[in-house]
């Protein structure tokens, strides 16, 4: 337990000194740890689902393109009409998908629902894939994901997904429960790892302390501390200086 000096300030005691620094440490670092960890695991879901609708955009591509030759609509934009046909196969395997023609007007969609992102994010997202490249944004625990369908090196159509990251969510809440708990039992072990090595460092300390008093009040009797390090020489320092004043009081 702290004591109270006369002015009425706590003094802690050394051995409370190290078991709150190592407990700081250990919290310090289980912060940064943990911290990180989430976000690795964010990054890579955020990946695989990249990767997930990317491969999904090939294969939508490779259907709508059949789709597109078999309506002999030549090398131009998909029509609305194929756009309508294509989306109702495919949204039974992809969910929430829509279509867009080159002038970013929409074609055809799966679900008669409103977009959760603004025209204009909507819009920057399906001009870049109208260049040719994919591009997604992520909003309000969804992605969506938009990328060009070429046909003979021209773009026919943008398709573009809205995929719920619900799992995603999840898969990170139950990590965070789990590092949450490890992080409480580790604390618990490191508690008690702080106390048993703060009382082996302070014991030989303690013994210093108690024949410094002992000295100031004449007794003499030497210090035991075994080892080789700085504590074990100063007490060897203590016990010199001890015969030295014991012999000096004597004369």
């Known amino acids: 337990m702290a004591s109270v000096t006369g002015l009425g300030v706590p003094k802690i005691k050394l051995k409370e000194k190290l078991v709150l620094y190592y407990l700081s440490a250990t919290f310090v670092i289980m912060f940064f740890v943990g911290f990180a960890v989430l976000n690795a695991i964010k990054s890579l879901s955020i990946n695989t689902i990249e990767q997930q609708l990317i491969g999904q955009s090939d294969l939508a591509e490779l259907y709508i393109s059949q789709i597109h030759t078999l309506q002999n609509e ?34 055809a969609t799966s ?78 072990l490191m508690t008690l790892i702080s106390i048993y090595i703060a009382s082996k460092l302070t014991k030989p300390i303690n013994k210093l302390a108690a024949a410094a008093n002992n000295y100031a009040n004449r007794i003499f009797t030497p210090v035991e501390i075994k080892g080789s390090d700085e504590i074990s020489l100063l007490s060897r320092s203590f016990n010199a200086m001890g015969i030295q004043l014991q012999d000096y009081i004597q004369r």
């Not at 294509?86 to 829509?98: A, H, Q, T």
């Open 74 to 107: 030549g090398s131009g934009e998909l029509s609305e009409e194929t756009a309508q046909y294509v989306i109702g196969k495919l949204g039974l395997v992809f969910g929430n998908i829509r279509l867009y023609d080159n002038n970013l007007r929409l074609l």
């Open 111 to 188: 679900k008669d629902t409103e977009i959760g992102i603004t025209d204009a994010e909507n819009t920057e997202i399906l001009s870049a894939a109208a260049k040719g490249d994919y591009a997604y944004l992520v909003r309000n625990s969804t992605a969506y994901f938009a990328s060009p369908i070429t046909f003979e090196g021209n773009t026919i159509c943008i398709l573009e997904f809205i995929y719920p990251m619900s799992l995603l969510e999840s898969l990170i809440s139950g990590v965070a429960n789990i590092l949450f708990i490890g992080a409480f039992i580790f604390a618990v």
